[in-house]
Structure formats: structure tokens, C-alpha cells
């Protein structure tokens, strides 16, 4: 942030306890404090609570007592609205500066699918959730779309200076908010979320915290960004599925699904559901899959604990029906299936696919269309 000019509090990463003692000499105020935040990717951290008991998730704190406070934090996992009641581990803490600060704002740069562009949010009031701002200060949120092929206007950038309420130089208030809006364009980004935007003693603004998003889609043109990314904090199956361009999301249900098109997919845990089951996961191998991802596919959904059956739904348009069954037996053969084996093709080279299933030798469930798919992989658990 501070690279396109935002005003930032100074801190330092620290991984250890020997760079957070560094850390906390380095930014301690003249009344001996720092802020130590626990670095995960989920919000509401303040009103976390670790699993060794310790509540919250940023705390001020004197010097004298940083060391003992960070034992506690470091290698924890930290639970908060947003994490589920799994939590996040705190692999990192960041050591920083205590800021004078007057007053709190909240300030989010979102893609918005209405404008079919970037929508700024800001409300006068911050430091908290802005589903709690919008509940309680609907009058005060205001939205303002930017045409992605101009960019951020002088007069935009004023008008939410305004709608903040800033009393400090608004000249410099606006500069602040096209520095963000800039960050969020050459960034890729998906969400810029200061919460809070705050003023200090000066009138200055300063985004005293912050949570971004980054499209996946422009890694290849943001590796420096993506280089960064912390995989302890994501699902391990989902690290897994994104080596092999599979598209993954872990649920809480019992029947693994693989399926080819994300409607389709969605279709499939739809219909499992109406009949009495619940989906693992969501999982789409994508319209052109080769045998080396369906075998990744298989070892993600057998690797999983919770997964007492697995449903195959492929629809062969440019997939054909065929070189699917191929792939689905040869990669049950070497992952071994412990669990029923439900699969329902359709569209090209159909025939000669389920020939392939029922001359494998395995114990393959197949299926005529969805419904008796869904029916036979719920009815395998029973």
C-alpha cells in the first residue's frame, strides 16, 4: 500500500520470537507499546479468541510484556466469525507502531456486478463490521461507481472525502483515496477493505488496517503478489486442486463430487441435497480434463475423511464420454476407491464410456441420468 503512496502505520512481520523482540524495539512508542496483530486471512481478529484460551486477536501492549503476550499467539490458531470454528493458524505476527488516531472511518474499493465495475464504499463511521455501519448508519453509507476505462475522477475522489466527513486537508484526503483506487487497479485486486480508515492528531488519513483481494485470474501477471501466499491458511485440498487447475471448494457433507462445468457441479450438490444428502465439496475437473487431473481428482476426494461415497457426473460435449471412463477407472485402479463408486455419463461416445465402466472388473455404481446418480449415492450411505 504504501509503494502507490497510502499512508500506513510502520510495522514488522515477525515469524519468531527473536524478530518480534526486534520488532517491538524497533516500534515501540514513548510510553513503551507496540500493537501485535495476529496475520491471518480472515477479518473480525479483534474479537477472536484463541484456542489456548487467549482472547483476542490484536492487542496493545507494553514492551515488557510483547514476549510473553507473542508465546501465546505464535504457532495458535485463532477462531473468529470468519474463520469457522476450525480457526486459522497465526504463523505470523505483525509488530506495529500505536497510532494517535482522532477519529475512524471505513472506506472499500469492491467489484460491484450491478455497474459491472469497481464500487467505492464509505461510511463516517468505522472501526467495526459494515454489515454492523449499515445496520445502524444506513444514512451515512455511500457508494459510488467508477467506470473501469476512466478511472477514479478528481470530483469522485471528493465527493467521498465528503461523504467522510474529513476535517483534516481534504486535498490531501482525496489524494489518499485515488491511491488507493490506483492500487486497486494496477493490483489486480478483487477488494481493497480499510477498516479503519482513520485520521490522525494532524487531520491526515491513514489506513490503519486493511484486507485485500487479488484476482486469481492475473497471477501470471502478479507473482509477486502471489508468491506471498500463505498456503497454511488455505484448505490443503484446495493447494492440491489448484496444482492440477482443478477448481475445489471443501464443504462439510459426505458424498464427494467431480463433475465438468461449475452449473453442472452445482446442479449435482443441489440435487444430492434435495434427496436427503450433503455434498463434500464442490469440485469441476472443467470442460477439457485430461487423465492426469481426474487421477489428482480422485486422490483429493479419497484423501478425505469425511468422504463416504463419490459421485461422478460428467456431461461429454468437448470431453468425450469415453476418454472420461478411461481416466475414472484407471484412476480408481490407482488410487484405490475404498468407498461406492456412483457414475453417471451423457453426450459423446456415451456407448462406448459405459461399455469401459462396465468391463473395468470394478465395482462401478452407474447411473442413467442425475436424479438416479444422485438417488444411488445417497442410498450407498444409508
Known amino acids: 500500500?504504501?509503494?502507490?503512496?497510502?499512508?500506513?502505520?510502520?510495522?514488522?512481520?515477525?515469524?519468531?520470537?527473536?524478530?518480534?523482540?526486534?520488532?517491538?524495539?524497533?516500534m515501540a512508542d514513548e510510553k513503551g507499546e507496540v500493537v501485535i496483530k495476529s496475520q491471518i486471512l480472515a477479518g473480525g481478529r479483534g474479537l477472536g479468541k484463541f484456542t489456548n484460551g487467549l482472547q483476542g486477536g490484536v492487542h496493545?501492549?507494553?514492551?515488557?510484556?510483547?514476549?510473553?503476550?507473542?508465546?501465546?499467539?505464535?504457532?495458535?490458531?485463532?477462531?473468529?466469525?470468519?474463520?469457522?470454528?476450525?480457526?486459522?493458524?497465526?504463523?505470523?505476527?505483525?509488530?506495529?507502531?500505536?497510532?494517535?488516531?482522532k477519529r475512524e472511518m471505513y472506506f472499500a474499493i469492491l467489484l460491484d456486478r450491478k455497474s459491472a465495475g469497481p464500487m467505492m464504499i464509505g461510511c463516517s463511521e468505522g472501526g467495526t463490521s459494515i454489515e454492523d455501519l449499515a445496520e445502524k448508519f444506513p444514512e451515512k453509507i455511500i457508494k459510488i461507481p467508477i467506470d473501469i476505462r476512466v478511472g477514479i475522477t478528481d470530483a469522485q475522489a471528493m465527493k467521498m472525502v465528503e461523504?467522510?466527513?474529513?476535517?483534516?486537508?481534504?486535498?490531501?484526503?482525496?489524494?489518499?483515496?485515488?491511491?488507493?483506487?490506483?492500487?486497486?487497479?494496477k493490483c489486480d485486486c478483487t477488494?481493497?477493505?480499510?477498516?479503519?480508515?482513520?485520521?490522525?492528531?494532524?487531520?491526515?488519513?491513514?489506513?490503519?488496517?486493511?484486507?485485500?483481494?487479488?484476482?486469481?485470474?492475473?497471477?501470471y501477471r502478479q507473482k509477486a503478489i502471489?508468491?506471498?501466499?500463505?498456503?497454511?491458511?488455505?484448505?490443503?485440498?484446495?493447494?492440491?486442486?489448484?496444482?492440477?487447475?482443478?477448481?475445489?471448494?471443501?464443504?462439510?457433507?459426505?458424498?464427494?463430487?467431480?463433475?465438468?462445468g461449475a452449473g453442472l457441479a452445482m446442479a449435482t450438490m443441489d440435487i444430492i441435497k434435495m434427496h436427503g444428502g450433503a455434498p463434500a465439496n464442490f469440485l469441476d475437473v472443467g470442460g477439457s480434463a485430461n487423465e492426469q487431473q481426474v487421477v489428482e481428482a480422485f486422490k483429493i476426494l479419497t484423501d478425505d475423511k469425511q468422504v463416504k461415497a463419490i459421485l461422478v457426473n460428467i456431461f461429454g460435449?468437448?470431453?468425450?464420454?469415453?476418454?472420461?471412463?478411461?481416466?475414472?477407472?484407471?484412476?480408481?485402479?490407482?488410487?484405490?476407491?475404498?468407498?461406492?463408486?456412483?457414475?453417471?455419463?451423457?453426450?459423446?461416445?456415451?456407448?462406448?464410456?459405459?461399455?469401459?465402466?462396465?468391463t473395468s472388473g470394478m465395482t462401478i455404481i452407474t447411473a442413467d441420468d442425475l436424479d438416479d446418480a444422485a438417488k444411488k449415492a445417497v442410498a450407498s450411505i444409508a
Do not use: W
Not at 500500500?1 to 524497533?26: R, T, W, Y
Not at 510484556?65 to 505483525?94: D, F, H, I, S
Not at 491513514?206 to 484486507?211: F, G, N, Q, T, W
Open 1 to 26: 500500500m504504501s509503494k502507490f503512496g497510502v499512508n500506513v502505520p510502520p510495522g514488522i512481520p515477525a515469524h519468531n520470537l527473536d524478530e518480534v523482540k526486534k520488532a517491538v524495539d524497533q
Open 60 to 101: 496493545i501492549v507494553s514492551k515488557a510484556k510483547a514476549l510473553e503476550l507473542a508465546k501465546q499467539m505464535l504457532g495458535g490458531t485463532l477462531v473468529t466469525k470468519q474463520t469457522g470454528p476450525a480457526g486459522k493458524p497465526v504463523n505470523t505476527l505483525l509488530v506495529a507502531k500505536k497510532m494517535k488516531l
Open 163 to 185: 461523504g467522510l466527513a474529513v476535517t483534516g486537508d481534504k486535498a490531501a484526503a482525496a489524494k489518499q483515496i485515488k491511491a488507493l483506487y490506483t492500487l486497486f487497479d
Open 191 to 219: 477488494m481493497v477493505e480499510v477498516n479503519p480508515l482513520a485520521e490522525g492528531l494532524d487531520g491526515s488519513l491513514i489506513a490503519a488496517d486493511a484486507k485485500l483481494g487479488f484476482d486469481d485470474n492475473a497471477a
Open 226 to 260: 502471489f508468491d506471498m501466499r500463505d498456503e497454511s491458511q488455505i484448505d490443503p485440498r484446495e493447494v492440491a486442486a489448484s496444482k492440477y487447475d482443478l477448481n475445489y471448494i471443501g464443504l462439510d457433507g459426505s458424498i464427494g463430487c467431480m463433475v465438468n
Open 317 to 358: 460435449g468437448i470431453m468425450k464420454c469415453d476418454v472420461i471412463a478411461s481416466g475414472i477407472v484407471n484412476a480408481a485402479k490407482q488410487v484405490g476407491v475404498k468407498v461406492p463408486l456412483v457414475v453417471r455419463l451423457e453426450g459423446t461416445n456415451v456407448a462406448r464410456g459405459k461399455e469401459i465402466l462396465a
